[in-house]
């Protein structure tokens, strides 16, 4: 399947992807060539048949609703790029 | 000291044949001497190795040791080590230390085992080749212009050139495997739930599975035995028991059916290939297996059902790399949104944007059907070959890769001819079965690896017809020339 070199930035976009304008061809041109192998699934016959989402057919598992974590705010604060006052700076979202 | 096995330098160590702190110091001088050409650690952390097998000595010394105590491995940097640079092979992480330890290193710690540092990966484990990994490409120690595999190519040549004598690894469609027989080494990758994947940097939830790259299978059943178990912070970890996979290394294979799938050895396989794999059965055969041809009939959807599944869950998993809580961030965004696409944009190399690309259409409104359900409903068909053949037969065997080691910058080009680099593995994550490598022979002064896939669980078993290989043959005991 061929996509649109408007496609490509668009999926770009909804994947919060910024792409340098000269490499959207590399990319329109790869990412056709990945789903035209993975088209080869359309064409197999799976009515009837349950999708598998764990190897084992695994449940999720349940736990009592209790507290097991300690707070660590401070530790993990200390790898963000930026931070004020126990908060995660980012630039201004409300004007 | 450093062509000993895990198994060896326990007894070394326990005899005092020499101290965890020498073989640790022998072992860091050759990272510095010979891994500036190879290139397999991203990390070496010397200090607190030192620390560990000095700590480990004086344990011994109180009488308290154990079978790991003084051990040296290394970790793939994909797990996560406190205070440690956790990249991930990528720029995203490349100022990452992580603010805690995955339960794998936290296992081998509590074993007393000394940790030589993070070994090299393709970013975020996409790839076949180390050739992504933004902290250069690894060399592979049997020709440093070739590739040692990946995504795993760290955890392999670092074990083949003899800097360490074992490695955690992680495979996610051959990622353990293909590395490991690229470079005349040891993988396995167990049952998919059979070691915690807490703290390991999830690519692809369902399938990513952490396992073992060493010298001999014995060394494997070691690391096994500290690596496997239920874990609560791991929602699809098994709570089942563990075995001791060391106890069952000895049993006889003396009527054990081996499973040949027809569809592992067609045309894309070479004659030379064929050979080496088929010379390996016939050493089997030698020691009493009974052989039988089986079919696999789906295996040709395997990389499509992969190449949707994988990078769907991969567009999801790394949307938490934001530039807001860790890892890199832009310089001077203008609003939010510039602060995501381009900390995301500048953050990941080319191949891991393609994957989460992907996995964004994948998944986008209209096509969920058409490819994630789709694909899920092929991995079931796929599983449902696995199961059907294992009625009949105790192992599969078959090639690990189509070729040798490949040249670098031989399929960097076209990204899908890197993804059939995995038409072998890729099935068995799929089904979620484990499965491992052994060397078996060479092409062209190359390692080639013989692949034994195991029933779900059946790792015990794997890991007992490899070690009676290797009792057989040498060819995990070859090195590489200037090693």
Redesign the interface.
């Known amino acids: 399947m061929a996509l649109e070199q408007d496609q490509?930035r668009k999926?770009?976009?909804?994947?919060?992807?910024?792409?340098d304008e000269n490499?959207i061809a590399d990319?329109q041109t790869?990412?056709s060539?990945?789903?035209?192998?993975?088209?080869?699934?359309?064409a197999?016959d799976?009515s009837g048949?349950?999708?598998?989402?764990?190897?084992?057919d695994?449940v999720?598992?349940l736990?009592a609703d209790v507290v097991t974590e300690e707070n660590?705010r401070e530790?993990?604060q200390?790898?963000?790029?930026?931070v004020d006052q126990g908060h995660?700076l980012?630039?201004?979202?409300v004007e | 000291m450093h062509n000993k096995t895990i198994a060896e330098i326990s007894r070394d160590l326990a005899s005092g044949e020499y101290s965890s702190t020498e073989l640790t110091t022998d072992l860091l001088n050759r990272v510095k001497q010979l891994d500036g050409d190879i290139n397999s650690f991203i990390t070496v952390t010397d200090e607190q190795a030192l620390a560990q097998a000095k700590a480990a000595d004086e344990r011994r010394a109180a009488g308290n040791a154990d079978a790991w105590t003084g051990v040296p491995i290394a970790h793939k940097d994909i797990f996560c080590t406190n205070g440690v640079l956790t990249t991930c092979g990528s720029k995203m992480l490349s100022?990452?230390?992580a603010?805690y330890d995955a339960t794998v290193v936290s296992k081998f710690n509590d074993a007393g085992a000394v940790s030589l540092g993070k070994l090299n990966m393709d970013e975020f484990a996409m790839g076949s080749s180390n050739e992504s990994s933004f902290f250069g490409p690894v060399a592979n120690p049997w020709d440093k212009e070739r590739v040692p595999g990946g995504s795993s190519g760290g955890s392999a040549a670092a074990v083949a050139a003899r800097l360490v004598p074992g490695a955690t690894a992680t495979d996610t469609g051959g990622s353990i495997r293909q590395p490991a027989a690229l470079c005349g080494v040891t993988g396995l990758k167990p049952?998919?739930?059979r070691i915690s994947r807490w703290g390991m940097i999830a690519y692809a939830s369902?399938l990513d599975q952490a396992g073992t790259i060493t010298r001999t299978a014995e060394d494997a059943a070691l690391m096994m035995n500290v690596m496997a178990g239920f874990d609560?912070k791991d929602?699809?970890s098994?709570d089942r028991e563990v075995p001791d996979y060391t106890s069952s290394l000895d049993n006889s294979i003396e009527g054990m059916t081996i499973g040949l799938p027809k569809e592992y050895f067609r045309d894309d396989l070479s004659a030379d290939m064929q050979q080496q794999v088929r010379n390996a059965i016939a050493e089997y055969e030698k020691m009493g297996a009974k052989v039988k041809e089986i079919s696999l009939p789906n295996t040709?959807?395997a990389?499509?059902?992969y190449?949707?599944i994988a990078p769907s869950e991969c567009?999801a998993n790394l949307?938490r790399m934001?530039?807001?809580?860790?890892?890199y961030?832009c310089e001077d965004?203008?609003?939010?949104?510039?602060?995501?696409?381009?900390s995301?944009?500048?953050g990941?190399g080319?191949e891991v944007?393609?994957r989460?690309?992907?996995?964004?259409?994948?998944l986008?409104a209209g096509f969920y059907d058409?490819?994630y359900?789709?694909?899920?409903?092929?991995?079931?068909?796929i599983?449902n070959d696995f199961t059907n053949a294992f009625n009949d037969v105790d192992v599969i065997m078959g090639p690990v890769t189509p070729t040798p080691a490949f040249k670098r910058g031989e399929k960097t080009s076209?990204?899908?001819e890197m993804?059939l680099e995995d038409i072998f593995t890729i099935a068995l994550n799929?089904?979620?079965?484990p499965g491992m490598s052994v060397p078996c022979g060479q092409v062209n002064n190359l390692p080639v690896g013989l692949q034994l896939i195991g029933n779900?669980f059946d790792e015990g078993r794997l890991l007992n017809a490899a070690h009676k290989f290797q009792q057989a043959t040498d060819w995990h005991l070859k090195t590489p020339a200037d090693i």
């Open positions: 490509v999926i770009a976009s909804l994947a919060r992807l910024q792409l490499q990319y790869n990412l060539n990945i789903l035209d192998l993975v088209d080869q699934l359309s197999v799976t048949i349950e999708p598998m989402a764990h190897p084992l695994a999720q598992r736990r660590q530790h993990f200390k790898i963000a790029p930026a995660y980012v630039p201004r979202v | 100022n990452f230390e603010p049952t998919y739930g369902s609560p929602s699809t098994v040709h959807l990389i499509p059902a190449y949707v567009s949307s934001d530039g807001v809580r860790f890892g961030r965004p203008k609003d939010v949104e510039d602060l995501y696409c381009r995301r944009g500048e990941f080319n944007k393609r989460i690309m992907i996995g964004s259409y994948a986008s058409a490819y359900k789709k694909a899920q409903q092929v991995r079931r068909l599983r076209d990204p899908v993804y799929l089904a979620g079965l779900f």
